[in-house]
């Protein structure tokens, strides 16, 4: 637990020293949201623009994680400092994954600017139904899809264009999830694959906790279960990966 911490408060001061990090937090969490708003007002629902603003909010931190997480090898080869992460004691999903959590910890940033934006701006009520409740979904939400990055992360690194991927499943996932559209509207094959991520669930408790619709903690566990499954399938790729890497001698070849 301290390494992660630890490791997590690092990549987050490294992330913060970003010029691409800090313009990307800055800018798309406040553009999605303004999309939002604006197709929420030209619907025939504009009383829902508060759950718009969560939408775009979880959309952001979706995205922070994608990237990251697809980048979280390539950047430590970039920097040189994989082989030393590798050659550490420590199992290697130890080490990788407070680089996704880190991802998702910076994406904080979007649920509340995307929050502010649409009160400050939009004048959107911040009616929350169960503050309480939220205070804790979206910290859980958050940590979730931390764990979600790993397995994103140790997949990523079998494809010789990670980017590419990303860029592939940023806006499916959110739509799967049911993140900005309803789920219901969408058709019903979609429905199995949304399920079986934890980003459906994570959007949904936080959303719950929100509009109060429905009872946030089942939503919660079934994104953290869903969450720590990935988690071990990730640990699970990334020791096989590394053990190639080791035999192969490709460890530091991009």
Partial sequence: MRLVALGTLLHVKQFSRSQFEIATALIIPLVQATLAVYLFRA???????????????????????????????QTQRWQGTLEMLMLSPRPPALLIFPITLATAVTGTYAMVATLLWGGLVYRIPLDIAHPLAFAVAVPAAILGLGMFGLLLASTFVLVPNANAVNNALEYPVWLVSGMLVPVTVLPGWTGPIGAALPTTWAARAVRESVTGAGPVWPSLGTCLAISAVCLVAGAAVMSYVERRARANATLALA
Avoid: D, K
């Fill in 43 to 73: 619907g025939t629902e504009p009383h829902r623009m508060l759950e718009a603003a969560i939408g775009a909010g979880m959309m952001a931190v979706w995205s922070s994680v994608l990237f990251g997480s697809g980048g979280a090898i």
